[in-house]
């Protein structure tokens, strides 16, 4: 399993930007994915998330701001970052929450995987 990210960078307050990550998910299924960031000295907290059946959930800080999707046919998930603000810095991590069952007694099998972070800089 491997996540890769994408689509972090550096910009001036207002303004937009979109990360991607695509997920490499072998035999498992995805049930959720979601976009966490983390700011040093602080935990990790969750920006957005998407469930498998479509439905999202947001940080209150981005709500109206930031927009999670999906293309489940590409196992990628998208974050539309709009209106950006200084306190909006910091490494960007996809998540993916992965299941699969024994092919014996059907029994799953839950698993996060994360990828690496994307930095993402609002300046002012």
């Known amino acids: 399993v491997q996540l890769q990210a994408s689509g972090g960078g550096l910009v001036q307050t207002g303004g937009s930007l979109r990360l991607s990550c695509l997920a490499s998910i072998g035999n498992w299924r995805i049930t959720g994915m979601g976009w966490y960031r983390q700011v040093p000295g602080k935990e990790r907290e969750l920006v957005a998330g998407?469930?498998?059946?479509?439905?999202?959930n947001y940080a209150d800080s981005v709500k109206g701001r930031f927009a999670i999707s999906r293309d489940v046919a590409k196992n990628t998930v998208y974050l539309q970052m709009n209106n950006l603000k200084l306190e909006d810095t910091a490494v960007y991590y996809c998540?993916?929450?992965?299941?699969?069952?024994?092919?014996?007694?059907?029994?799953?099998?839950?698993?996060?995987?994360w990828g690496q972070g994307t930095q993402v800089t609002v300046s002012s």
């Open positions: 998407i469930l498998s059946g479509g439905s999202t």
């Open positions: 998540a993916a929450d992965l299941i699969r069952y024994n092919d014996h007694d059907g029994s799953p099998t839950v698993f996060r995987s």
